[in-house]
């Protein structure tokens, strides 16, 4: 069964530096997100991306986010200066058309990201 | 309240016994989807409601959706301890935005 793979499963970086957190979506859909998760509270939307540029965009995704679709297969999420508060599950999800409107999202096993 | 709150927060269960989880959002929906979530796991889609539909079924779960009330239920039948995870409702706006909007959750335990 198709599957959205992440990488890493986690990752510990020190506060004030970059990452990029790696999702590869299923190889037919159209649509790409990424969702956040901070301990116990609840899933977040960040932003979505289609056709090679951003689609949408939540409060959450200020400048110090970007994403981009390097190649045919990878979408990626960079945090240009990692702050404590960023420490969260992140998620990427995608869809074949349009989602949430009428079809199901597949969600990725996520990246546990640990600033310290 | 925000869109997408569940209640309870918690439930705790036998094995065999049924599971009633309980959504209520605020906006106008397309749809309404669950997931399941297993202790630091990813998201698993589990059942997808449309707005024109009043009641779903995939196996074990029926989900059913009151758009007057602007709530929604997952039922669990014959529960397993391997059910043990939380679950959440997503709503899919009709306008607007196009990300889901998550809820809170219900964390399940279903005790062998």
């Known amino acids: 069964e198709p599957e959205v793979t992440q990488t890493p499963s986690h990752q510990v970086t020190q506060m004030g530096q970059e990452v990029i957190l790696r999702c590869v979506p299923i190889?037919?859909?159209?649509?790409f997100y990424w969702y956040r998760q901070i301990l116990g509270q609840k899933v977040e939307f960040l932003v979505s991306?289609?056709?090679?540029?951003?689609?949408?965009k939540s409060e959450i995704f200020d400048d110090q986010f970007s994403v981009e679709r390097p190649d045919g297969s990878n979408f990626t999420l960079k945090i240009r200066s990692t702050k404590l508060e960023d420490s969260a599950m992140y998620f990427c999800?995608?869809?074949?058309?349009?989602?949430?409107?009428?079809?199901?999202?597949?969600f990725g096993q996520g990246t546990r990201l640990t600033v310290v | 309240s925000q869109q997408g709150e569940e209640d309870p927060q918690a439930l705790s269960i036998q094995e065999g016994e049924n599971a009633t989880m309980n959504c209520s959002y605020k906006?106008?929906?397309?749809?309404l989807q669950w997931y399941r979530q297993n202790s630091g796991r990813g998201l698993v889609h589990l059942i997808l409601?449309?707005?024109?539909?009043r009641e779903k079924h995939s196996g074990r779960l029926r989900v059913t959706l009151d758009t007057s009330k602007k709530s929604s239920s997952l039922l669990i039948t014959a529960s397993r301890a391997a059910d043990t995870a939380s679950y959440f409702c997503?709503?899919?706006?009709?306008?607007?935005?196009?990300?889901?909007?998550f809820g809170s959750g219900t964390r399940l335990q279903v005790q062998p």
């Open positions: 997503a709503t899919g706006p009709d306008t607007g935005r196009r990300a889901l909007t």
């Open positions: 190889s037919n859909h159209l649509y």
């Open positions: 991306f289609y056709n090679n540029e951003i689609s949408e």
């Open positions: 999800a995608s869809t074949y058309r349009q989602g949430p409107a009428n079809t199901e999202a597949f």
């Open positions: 906006t106008s929906i397309n749809n």
């Open positions: 409601i449309r707005s024109n539909e």
